[in-house]
């Protein structure tokens, strides 16, 4: 027994590794093939947006692209960067805070993105699960329909267009919220309460704007996974057995249903990331997100690169960790 | 017909989101017309037509924002160019999942584990920042190429639950003897599969086309693509960066807010209404 759920992680890291390997290249021979170096480019927008008449001489150019490793061929580029970021983990250098690396600048951010992330999608999945159980187990009361209904219709809303609308509302009308950052520019980071009360001040809308479209999401599709359980057979038998409803909704449908939903959540974590990048942008948040839209706007090619297999990789643990937690939802799996 | 009718009365859903997405179709169609007569022959996008955030009146129902231009006429242009984009490649991501998931899944073996590992890649990675990279790169993205840059990264979502289905109609013995008769396996696909799986063929689209209009919104929003393509998102990034918020015009951010919400609520709604239908299992446990 302890064999098959070691076989069965080992299986799923390389699976992961696999796919992650894949993405990688796919996307490194993208960007590299699409005609145009990046340094040229970087020097064209320079030129365009400061006016620059005389074009920079070959020499800086030249300069540049051996710094960057531009002037090798192809593959010998990819394995340089596979090598480097491999075994150093190393991005090369950002264009804008030259000499200072890219993954600095990536490890800054990160920690912000992932605790407001991590946070408000546990919220909303657990709310969401909740909820969607109560709707589907009493799915003929006339306040089960209005909710489905409207779990319907706000599930639908993108989160980042929400989050305009919230900031619309609570800092633009009602100013009752801080227009972005993560906490008050007046205030040292210390663990003293006006500073944790300012950082839950600041992540409040953010976190509002994903945790109200994914509880009625994860709520929705948690109905529809309860409601197909209360047609097995087992069901219609623990009823008549007279369990309590209690004990039928913890352990026939709930577990029932959990690893399916467990699944919909690391699938749907890529989904909730992209989103994620618009909502740090929009609130000014000092994550990964909006640290990628600064690289955009600046070409920041290194920076971009990094920030993309920064995030991959992040989304593929997290559902290696999520895939690790099903042995302990489902006996089977670890029965093999 | 007698069938539609019948099925429309049955789910309430469907009957509603079909009547709001072919309204707002209706509108994008009817845009040149409409706006040909509200502006006189003039471009919804010119700037400086009028003055600068009139209030809602009658000749401007919505206002007019920023730069002069009646947020009325914008809205419609834009509607039209997001549906266009998302109806492009919506059908374009759809055609990929078709193909492909009809391969895995009538196929099997070797074939079916590579579609599904690159299915699953696209679905797992978070694939905004990509897209974002690639549209940022690509110099001269038009309206055709985006659409294909976009249903690259959207057809993973319905190729799953098509490969689903194909997979269980393969075991049903009418294909069995469709396969004895003698029937290619292109034939037995594309005649004997593929009428069966027409709803959920349609669910995977309404899926790519929501899909495709939210990663388009998001691009455009903060200012990347084609800026020739005035799209909803593009609109938004204007109203953004023109500080009507802060000076309380509301209603220009809002406005197309709703129109890309109503949008995607309506889409939804047909693909719920269409499971209610079409899905045997749910219609014996709601009872109804």
């Known amino acids: ?336 | 017909m007698k069938r539609v009718l019948l099925i429309l009365k049955y789910s309430p859903k469907l009957t509603t989101g079909i009547i709001i997405i072919l309204s707002l179709v209706l509108l994008a169609i009817l845009e040149p017309t409409i706006n040909y007569y509200r502006l006189g022959g003039r471009s919804s996008t010119e700037i400086g037509l009028f003055d600068t955030f009139l209030p809602p009146s009658r000749e401007h129902p919505f206002g007019t924002e920023a730069y002069g231009r009646d947020v009325f006429s914008l809205l419609l242009t834009g509607l039209k160019y997001s549906l266009l984009i998302g109806f492009t490649a919506g059908a374009l991501a759809t055609a990929i999942a078709v193909v492909l998931a009809s391969i895995a899944g009538y196929k099997g073996g070797r074939i079916e584990a590579f579609i599904t590992t690159i299915a699953n890649a696209i679905l797992i990675i978070p694939s905004w920042p990509i897209l974002a990279i690639i549209v940022l790169f690509v110099r001269k993205v038009d309206l055709f190429l985006l659409s294909l840059i976009l249903a690259f990264f959207s057809w993973a979502g319905s190729s799953r639950q098509i490969k689903a289905q194909i997979a269980s109609l393969r075991e049903r013995p009418y294909i069995d003897l469709a396969r004895v008769t003698g029937f290619s396996d292109l034939e037995i696909m594309f005649k004997e599969i593929l009428p069966n799986f027409l709803p959920y063929i349609f669910v995977g689209f309404s899926y790519a086309v929501t899909g495709t209009i939210m990663a388009e919104t998001a691009l455009r929003l903060v200012g990347l693509g084609p800026a020739d393509i005035p799209s909803l998102g593009q609109f938004i990034n204007w109203a953004i960066y023109s500080g009507t918020l802060a000076q309380g015009h509301y209603i220009i951010v809002i406005s197309p807010i709703a129109f890309l919400i109503l949008t995607f609520v309506s889409l939804n709604l047909i693909n719920v209404g269409l499971d209610e239908v079409f899905n045997p299992r749910l219609k014996q446990v709601t009872g109804v």
Request: proline content about 4%.
């Open chain 1, 1 to 336: 027994m302890k064999k098959s759920i070691f076989s069965y992680l080992i299986n799923r890291i390389l699976l992961y590794a696999l796919i992650f390997l894949i993405s990688l290249s796919a996307f490194f021979f993208f960007i590299n093939l699409v005609p145009g170096d990046p340094v040229t480019r970087y020097i064209q927008m320079m030129e365009q947006r400061y006016g620059l008449s005389t074009p920079a001489s070959e020499i800086v150019i030249q300069k540049y692209k051996e710094v960057f490793g531009l002037n090798k061929g192809l593959f010998e580029r990819y394995t340089s960067y596979l090598s480097r970021l491999i075994l150093h983990l190393d991005f090369g250098p950002s264009f804008v805070a030259f000499p200072k690396p890219a993954i600095e600048l990536i490890l800054e951010s990160l920690p912000w993105s992932i605790g407001l992330l991590g946070t408000s999608v546990i919220i909303a999945w657990v709310l969401g699960v909740m909820l969607g159980t109560i709707i589907g187990w009493k799915r003929e009361s006339k306040i089960s329909s209005i909710v489905f209904t409207t779990g319907l219709v706000i599930s639908q809303i993108p989160t980042y267009l929400l989050a305009i609308v919230l900031v619309m509302i609570f800092t633009f009308w009602l100013n009752l919220f801080p227009m972005g950052g993560a906490y008050s520019a007046m205030l040292q980071r210390s663990f003293s309460l006006r500073f944790i009360l300012s950082l839950i001040k600041h992540a409040f809308l953010p976190s509002m704007s994903l945790v109200f479209v994914y509880v009625f999401g994860t709520m929705i599709s948690q109905r529809a996974l309860v409601i197909n359980v209360l047609g097995e057979d087992y069901i219609k038998l623990a009823e008549a057995k007279g369990l309590k409803s209690s004990r039928l909704v913890n352990r026939y449908i709930l577990r029932n249903t959990l690893l399916p939903q467990t699944t919909g959540l690391a699938l749907s974590l890529g989904f909730i990331v992209n989103g994620f990048f618009l909502i740090e942008w929009i609130f000014n948040y000092p994550g990964i997100g909006r640290l990628f839209m600064m690289a955009i706007r600046e070409m920041d090619y290194n920076v971009l690169m990094g920030i993309t297999i920064t995030t991959m990789f992040c989304v593929l643990t997290a559902n290696l960790i999520i895939e690790f937690l099903y042995p302990l939802i489902d006996p089977r799996i670890r029965r093999g």
